[in-house]
């Protein structure tokens, strides 16, 4: 499976040229602009396990990291402040890592 099967190619793209500036990432819009935001429950399931890299059933900040080249390799990696500031957003049980159900919350608010 990949995040094209799911997502258009061309909202991905349109979604990571919107951030490409360094601390310019807003998980919100980048949601909303990939279009994630529009699919359902399962569809933003599939995506979470494509971006859990090390299948553990969360994505980690090291995985954060990395989050816009899972969309489109050669895409910037996040700053640590940006990769901070998404896994607080979405880190309910305060573990420092999201979970599915906390990344499906985090992209259907």
Known sequence: MSLTSILSAEAIDNAVKDCQAPDSF?????FKLCGLSAKTP??????????????S????E???????????????????AE????I????????GRIGAEEFQAMVLS
């Not at 807003?26 to 980048?30: L, T």
């Open 62 to 80: 090291s995985e954060l990291k990395f989050f816009l080249q899972r969309f489109v390799p050669g895409a910037r990696t996040l700053s640590d």
């Open 83 to 86: 990769a901070k500031s998404f």
């Open 88 to 95: 607080s957003a979405a880190d309910d049980d305060n573990d």
């Open 26 to 30: 807003c998980y919100k819009k980048f």
């Open 57 to 60: 059933g969360y994505i980690e």
């Open 42 to 55: 399962q569809e933003i399931k599939n995506v979470f396990q494509i971006l859990d890299e090390d299948n």
